[in-house]
Structure formats: structure tokens, C-alpha cells
């Protein structure tokens, strides 16, 4: 099992390493420059360093976690892209349909593949789905999302490049902003933020503030008018219920995660 300090998850499952830019938010891939790391080091799963692999032995690992968990499947990778076999996909599927005590948290920027093979996809309530949406050319992946069969949609806005005017929050159950961090991190407007919370508002949909982010992001830190902002979706599976990752406090109706996680950026 590999705990994830990504404040919106408890753990990360790889079985698809690898990557390549498909928009203007993969510039400053925080997975590829930890691929190369790794590779580095002689980790066999990142030989060929960030070039796309699929991995059938890290295939069975959520099935012997018995603790349940939020688990972030492909932090280093993209499920839904082009490289990954369809049947590898299905296998993935799988596993996590198998694994039903956790909950399985997808992302992607890939929204059209995602699309594509929906029908084919067997989703269960314990399989999250979203897309991340960096800027205003890239709102169409919420419609696309959308039309999925996944019975938990979320938006990632990270890394947020730019405002995003006003955008449709139907049927999406929970949104996440972050800013970008690291070297060559651009700037987040805390304007572009407020709009994007005050629609989550309007729309009573949970909101979770993840790191204004910069090349000194802990300095920056994650407040947001002054809290934090931890909202997970209402409608949470038997093992979010049930674990000790979810609480519910006041004042908000959300489930909030604990605040004491540290901030790692995530991939897609």
C-alpha cells in the first residue's frame, strides 16, 4: 500500500505508470519529473521512465488492503489514455469492483476516451469518477463527465491557470481547487477561487480546497478566507462511512477530512 499525502485521498494503487501532455495543464508534470526520480533509483515499475506501462502484478495490491480506504488509482499515470489498453482497463475495473470496501478515486484529462468507453465500463457506487479542467478550454470535460454511468462525479480545477467564468455544477458532486507548485509554477488568482466556491455554494455542491500552491507552498498554505476547506461528497460509500479518513463536523452538512494532512500534488 502506498500512503498518499494528497490531502483528498488515503492512499495510491499504480497500475499504470506514465504519461504524455495532452493540455496546458501537464507543463510542469509533477509525475514526470517523480518518474525520473524513480527511474533513477532503479525502481523497476519506472525502467522506462515516464513513458506509458501497465503493470499486472501491482494489479491484486487493493485486494489485500483489508482496511478499507480512499484509494487514488494513477496518481503517476493517466487511466483513460490512449496507450492503456482497453482490456487492461477493464481489468482495473475489476479489481476495484471486487475490492468493494474501499473507494476508488479516478481521474483523468482524457474525458473523450472516458466517453468512448463508458458503456463498456462496469461501475459500482465505491468508483469515483472525474476530470480535471484547468482553464476555460477545457470546461467541455464536465459535460462529457457528465454522461457517465459513475454514480460520484467530481472536478479537480488543478492546476488552476485562469478564470473560469460561470460553468454548470449539474449532477457533479464534489469539486477540489488547487494552484500549481513547484518549479516553474504559474500563479493562481484568488478571484479565479472565489468564483469557483461561490458557484459550489449556489449549487450546494462540497468543496475542497487543496494548496494555493507556488515553489513555496507551504508557506502559501490552503487557507481560504481565512479556513480551510476540506468538503467531501454527501453521498459517501459504506467505506468512507465507516473509516476514520471521513468526519462530519459543523458547520456545513459535508464530510470534511482531517486538516492535518501535508500537501503533494497530484498528476492528472
Not at 94 to 111: I, P
Not at 138 to 143: D, F, K, S, W
Given at each position: 500500500?502506498?500512503?498518499s499525502?494528497?490531502?483528498w ?19 510542469n ?17 519506472y525502467?522506462?521512465?515516464?513513458k ?9 495490491l487493493?485486494l489485500q488492503?483489508?482496511k478499507?480506504?480512499t ?6 499515470s493517466?487511466?483513460l489514455?490512449?496507450h ?6 477493464l481489468?482495473?475495473f ?18 473523450e476516451?472516458?466517453l ?10 465505491n ?6 479542467v484547468e482553464?476555460?478550454d ?6 462529457h ?9 467530481f472536478?479537480?480545477f ?6 473560469l ?9 464534489w ?5 500549481e507548485?513547484?518549479y ?13 466556491h461561490?458557484q ?5 455542491v462540497?468543496?475542497?480546497?487543496k ?13 481560504l478566507e ?6 467531501m461528497?454527501?453521498?459517501?460509500s ?8 471521513a ?19 497530484c498528476?492528472?
Open positions: 500500500m502506498a500512503k499525502t494528497i490531502e485521498t488515503g492512499s495510491t494503487w499504480n497500475p499504470v505508470t506514465g504519461c504524455t501532455k495532452v493540455s496546458a495543464g501537464c507543463r508534470c509533477y509525475a514526470e519529473r517523480m518518474a525520473r526520480r524513480l527511474q533513477a533509483m532503479g525502481q523497476p515499475n525502467s522506462n521512465g515516464f506509458v506501462a501497465v503493470h499486472e502484478h501491482v494489479l491484486p487493493p488492503w483489508r478499507p480506504q484509494v487514488f488509482v494513477n496518481s503517476m493517466d487511466l489514455h490512449e492503456v489498453p482497453k482490456e487492461f482497463i481489468k482495473i475489476n479489481v476495484m469492483n471486487q475490492a468493494a470496501w474501499h473507494t476508488f478515486q479516478v481521474l483523468t484529462k482524457r474525458s476516451r472516458l468512448d468507453l463508458d458503456i463498456t465500463l462496469p461501475w459500482r457506487k468508483i469515483w469518477m472525474g476530470v480535471t482553464d476555460k477545457n470546461l467541455y470535460r464536465i459535460a463527465l457528465r454522461k457517465t454511468g459513475a454514480s460520484t462525479k472536478l479537480s488543478e492546476p488552476l491557470l485562469g478564470p467564468g460561470e460553468f454548470d455544477l449539474r449532477d457533479i458532486d469539486v477540489i481547487v488547487g494552484g507548485s513547484g516553474g509554477a504559474r500563479p493562481m488568482d484568488p478571484s479565479w477561487v472565489v468564483n469557483i461561490e459550489c455554494v449556489k449549487s450546494n462540497p468543496f475542497f480546497f494548496q494555493w500552491g507556488g515553489v513555496r507552498k507551504k508557506e502559501a498554505g490552503r487557507e481565512g479556513r480551510t476547506w476540506d468538503e461528497p454527501r453521498v459517501l459504506d467505506t468512507i462511512a465507516s473509516s476514520a479518513t468526519r462530519e463536523t459543523s458547520p456545513s452538512s459535508f464530510h470534511h477530512l482531517p486538516s492535518g494532512k501535508k500537501s503533494e500534488p498528476r492528472t
